[in-house]
């Protein structure tokens, strides 16, 4: 009853409560009735206030009445609720339908550097040929990666490489620089290893230079073979056949031209005959063909004496050759790139016209090359 003694048909209320829940036709409604009945300001919650004002007795009929009232309306809010979420999935589920014919959604794939790709054929050609792959620091010194190598402090040689030096000395007092060649770490492999020896250093070598077609950052390849009797024939028959599984082409010509560096005597330049087709360097054939030219390919030599001694072997028990080849060079050669710099500006529209599938891994058996990339440079 309320607070003036008008007595309450709470069946009534109840009724009428639950019959306005079931036409409740969204969740908006149902939370709106819920507000209506049992918020702060409800009709429910003002009748459940009334029981403060009631004597004991009064309470003890109408309380239970009033709690089974507020039940009743809270179990009938409750069960619509359900039933409207429940009808508002099954809606989605006959209206949602999953085809699993549709394709999967593309992934981003990255793909091989063209350096990369090179290295890995190099790796790949030269293993065939019992070398194995040295690496070493990039940060050197200058005794490994001048002195060592027949050039002196204040050997004008050293100037043919624009060094990038740091500032301070290391422990032993040596000068700290960014290594000009992959030569350091063959002085390390021999004094590591000894003799006999036959590796392959590739990596990143850095000069202060740059232009069209210098970078200050580049990589190189160099080879080193040391044993007893190794001469000339030796390299030549070496870099040939390297070249030709490289290029896949048997019509490798080279061509060895006397030339000068401080840690082979004697040096030979190699050059490679090639062909102008569709205006591109295509190497192949003799350079001495009517259309087509020599380029130079390499530079190497047989190990300079003082270069063994250096790496702790007895140039009168030990000969080697060595070679030294530009990897981003070859790479353009083979693989038909032209600018240089573009293999270092990291823009992925050029990785996505030149650059290999990380699956396509180069094997001699299946071709170092992959079909896919253009041919000539
Ligand atoms: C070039 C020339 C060359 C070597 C590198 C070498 C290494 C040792 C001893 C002797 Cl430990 N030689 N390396 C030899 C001749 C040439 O590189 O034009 N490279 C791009």
Do not use: C
Not at 79 to 98: D, P
Not at 277 to 305: F, Q, T, Y
């Amino acid at each position: 009853m309320l607070a003036d003694g008008t007595a309450v048909d709470y069946a009534e209320t109840a009724q009428e409560a639950l019959a306005r829940i079931a036409a409740a036709e969204s969740l908006d409604q149902v939370e709106a009735l819920r507000v209506a009945f049992l918020g702060k300001q409800g009709s429910i919650s003002a009748l459940l206030k009334t029981l403060g004002a009631m004597s004991p007795e009064q309470r003890q009929t109408e309380g239970p009445k009033i709690h089974s009232l507020r039940e009743a309306v809270t179990a009938g809010l409750g069960a619509r609720k359900s039933a409207l979420e429940q009808a508002a999935l099954e809606q989605r589920l006959a209206a949602e339908r999953l085809d699993l014919t549709l394709p999967a959604p593309e992934r981003p794939q990255g793909s091989v550097h063209p350096v990369s790709q090179v290295m890995d054929e190099l790796a790949e050609i030269f293993a065939d040929l019992g070398f194995a792959v040295a690496t070493g620091p990039e940060i050197e010194d200058d005794w490994h990666n001048f002195t060592a190598l027949n050039m002196p402090e204040s050997h004008p040689a050293r100037a043919m490489h624009d060094t990038f030096y740091f500032p301070e000395r290391n422990a032993e007092g040596r000068e700290m620089l960014l290594r000009t060649h992959t030569s350091p770490v063959q002085i390390r492999t021999m004094l590591a290893e000894g003799a006999p020896l036959r590796v392959i250093a590739p990596g990143r070598v850095y000069r202060s230079d740059s232009d069209a077609t210098h970078t200050p950052m580049f990589h190189q390849i160099e080879g080193l073979v040391i044993d007893k009797g190794i001469h000339l024939g030796h390299l030549k028959w070496t870099l040939e056949t390297f070249l030709k599984a490289f290029f896949e082409r048997d019509d490798i010509v080279l061509r060895l031209r006397p030339s000068y560096f401080p840690f082979t005597e004697p040096s030979v330049e190699v050059d490679t005959g090639f062909a102008f087709v569709d205006g591109r360097r295509v190497v192949g054939g003799s350079g001495d063909e009517p259309g087509h030219g020599w380029m130079e390919l390499l530079g190497s030599g047989m190990v300079n004496r003082r270069v063994l001694e250096a790496g702790g072997l007895d140039p009168d028990e030990w000969q080697g050759f060595a070679f030294g080849v530009g990897v981003d060079r070859l790479a353009m050669l083979k693989y038909g790139m032209n600018d240089l710099r573009a293999f270092f500006d990291g823009d992925v529209r050029w990785l996505d016209h030149y650059g290999f599938g990380a699956l396509d891994v180069p094997t001699l058996s299946s071709g170092v090359g992959t079909p896919n990339v253009g041919r000539g440079a």
